[in-house]
């Protein structure tokens, strides 16, 4: 693994850090902790990975830099802005490094800007964007930190966070940042509030559960964003949040069928199982599609084509269906918006095993549009 010297490092701080712990996070998860303050305490043996602090990277340009050796990373207006130098030229390239002048080809070197770095589709967060790479200026800081907010939004999402809560999370992440509440604490509070959803709707409060409901999908869009923009996501953070996100829908609809004679309006015994069998067999199944599809393809299957990414915008996930009983609330029939999920649920598995069904049959083996 490479030494690091980080150069240039102003006092600004994005989303309630420096930018030099920013970049020690990043390359942390690349396996890179071995830090020198100046390049006559770099092992003789060691690359060196140089980096200017006064420049704000993505995650994803940080790590390939750490695993692309004798390379140089340019700015768009042609700025040298990081190296990773082995051999005899490393104090030579250091020092040029450290004036402002950019390395060339003649020295060893590959000089690459962004798009030669690394491709625009990012895997991870579904969505083809390309990487930023950002001169850190105090004035631009708020431009700055929206385009990083930005890029930590996965592309293929449902209806809700992709296109209500990217403007109020974005300021409840800064806030989370600014105070030091990690994303495990927000997690956390989005799992509390999954509880007190199933509670209420057991007894058919519905209005409470579902302000507690809304209250959960908030939080769960935040905990991940404040993870990616603060550099902070952890193995345990990871599995407690997809855990949640994975388990707890169809019992919180479990709970609504339970809750409606509370309400005066229980279902039949015959369309009680039909929604119960419905629910947790239709979203099982979903998940179990979803799953072999991965296993076959190594994508995920609402990134095929654009119909895919599109569907996923709808299909019965929670949002989506939070919205149906939201719409059955104001319309005083929770019992027909539980229904209404039941039903949904059986046409999104049916799309699934269609889409899954194509890809089996298809000539070429399935690619992201995204990709391409």
Known sequence: ?????????????????????????????????????????????????????????????????????????????????????????????????????????AMGLRVVDVAGLTGAYNDALRKREQPFLLPLLEADLPAIEQR??????????????????????????KLCAVLGITPNQVTFASFLLVCVSFACFWQGAYWWGMLSAIGMTFLDTVDGKLARVTLTSSK???????????????????????????????????????????????????????????RLYGMHIHVWRPFDSWFRLITARRNPNLILLLLSLFAGRPDLGILAVAVWTLLSLLVHAVQLVQAMAAREKPVSWLSR
């Open 236 to 294: 345990i953070g990871n599995v407690f949040d997809h855990g949640i996100d994975l388990i707890h829908p169809p019992f919180w609809w479990w709970a609504w069928i339970v809750g409606l004679p509370h309400a005066g309006l229980g279902l039949s015994p015959e369309l009680e199982r039909f929604a119960l069998l419905a629910i947790f067999a239709g979203y099982i199944v979903q998940r179990v599609i979803e799953g072999i599809f991965m």
């Open 148 to 173: 990083m907010f930005g890029a930590s939004y996965k592309g293929v999402t449902d209806l809700v966070t992709k296109y209500l809560w990217p403007v109020p999370a974005r300021h409840v992440t």
């Open 1 to 105: 693994m490479p030494v690091v010297l980080i150069l240039a490092e102003p006092v600004i701080r994005l989303w309630g850090i420096t930018s030099s712990e920013r970049l020690r996070r990043s390359l942390a998860k690349a396996g890179v902790t071995h830090f020198v303050s100046d390049i006559s305490q770099k092992p003789e043996s060691a690359p060196l990975l140089i980096l200017k602090a006064n420049w704000v990277f993505d995650d994803v340009l940080v790590q390939r830099l750490a695993k692309s050796p004798d390379t140089v990373l340019i700015s768009g207006m042609g700025d040298a802005v990081a190296a990773h130098v082995t051999g005899g030229n490393i104090p030579a390239i250091a020092h040029l490094m450290e004036e402002g002048i950019c390395p060339d080809e």
